[in-house]
């Protein structure tokens, strides 16, 4: 079975830009979940998407959103770009019912 | 945001030797986690941990749910160089979804 998979890898913007994030969870796992990990702030809980409503919102600013598609792939939306969203955004699904979490490889964020 | 304190921070030791890291936190959770990262990638799930007490284990690796559900305990045994990485605990209330929160990571360095 495939594993969390997540596009693009590695992105480059400028402040004040927006970017996207994209997140296909492991097949059947309907829940998704984003996180931020920063050296400063280590890893941080953005959201949680189950059957596309948002479930659970962490402690970050409305310039951070997402949405989930019916088929449970998950994305995630950063405005006004600021230098300290640089961060490794990583994703991670579960199945309905289960506590455990499979984490995708991440999208490394660099704001120049 | 919330995180969780791990010990030690980092550790160097050789090959074939045992490894102890512990958590801790200030509230309760009722499921614990751990997950290894490797550099440039997502965290991996290792164990995971249901009720106060429970001991788990998962090849050379052993994790404990402590009493108190404040705290979780990880050993590895015999340690190889593989086992280089970064390691988490993650707690989880299952009263608010799929919230993880991350304790701030032990650095595992295995020299031959």
Same mark, same amino acid.
């Given at each position: 079975?495939?594993?969390?998979?997540?596009?693009?890898?590695?992105?480059?913007?400028?402040?004040?830009?927006?970017?996207?994030?994209?997140?296909?969870?492991?097949?059947?796992?309907?829940?998704?979940?984003?996180?931020?990990?920063?050296?400063?702030?280590?890893?941080?809980?953005?959201?949680?998407?189950?059957?596309?409503?948002?479930?659970?919102?962490?402690?970050?600013?409305?310039?951070?959103?997402?949405?989930?598609?019916?088929?449970?792939?998950?994305?995630?939306?950063?405005?006004?770009?600021?230098?300290?969203?640089?961060?490794?955004?990583?994703?991670?699904?579960?199945?309905?019912?289960?506590?455990?979490?499979?984490?995708?490889?991440?999208?490394?964020?660099?704001?120049? | 945001?919330?995180?969780?304190?791990?010990?030690?921070?980092?550790?160097?030791?050789?090959?074939?030797?045992?490894?102890?890291?512990?958590?801790?936190?200030?509230?309760?959770?009722?499921?614990?986690?751990?997950?290894?990262?490797?550099?440039?990638?997502?965290?991996?799930?290792?164990?995971?941990?249901?009720? #106060? @007490?429970?001991? $788990?284990?998962?090849?050379?690796?052993?994790?404990?749910?402590?009493? /108190? =559900?404040?705290?979780?305990? !990880?050993?590895?045994?015999?340690?190889?160089?593989?086992?280089?990485?970064?390691?988490?605990? #993650? @707690?989880?209330? $299952?009263?608010?979804?799929?919230?993880?929160?991350?304790?701030?990571? /032990? =650095?595992?360095?295995?020299? !031959?």
């Amino acid at each position: 079975k495939a594993g969390v998979t997540q596009t693009p890898r590695y992105l480059i913007k400028t402040r004040g830009q927006q970017v996207t994030l994209s997140c296909s969870p492991i097949s059947g796992h309907r829940s998704v979940s984003w996180y931020q990990q920063t050296p400063g702030q280590g890893l941080q809980f953005l959201f949680e998407y189950f059957s596309e409503t948002q479930r659970n919102k962490g402690n970050f600013p409305g310039r951070f959103s997402g949405r989930q598609f019916s088929n449970s792939r998950s994305e995630m939306n950063v405005s006004t770009l600021e230098l300290g969203d640089s961060a490794l955004y990583l994703c991670a699904s579960s199945l309905r019912g289960r506590w455990e979490q499979y984490f995708g490889p991440g999208t490394r964020l660099t704001v120049t | 945001g919330q995180q969780l304190n791990q010990s030690p921070q980092s550790m160097f030791i050789q090959e074939g030797e045992d490894v102890s890291m512990n958590c801790t936190s200030s509230s309760i959770f009722n499921t614990w986690l751990w997950y290894k990262q490797d550099p440039g990638e997502g965290p991996v799930l290792l164990i995971a941990l249901y009720k #106060a @007490g429970e001991l $788990t284990s998962n090849g050379r690796l052993t994790a404990q749910f402590g009493i /108190t =559900r404040k705290d979780s305990f !990880l050993n590895i045994s015999a340690s190889i160089p593989s086992d280089v990485g970064i390691y988490f605990c #993650a @707690g989880l209330n $299952t009263g608010t979804a799929s919230k993880l929160t991350f304790g701030t990571g /032990t =650095r595992l360095q295995v020299t !031959l």
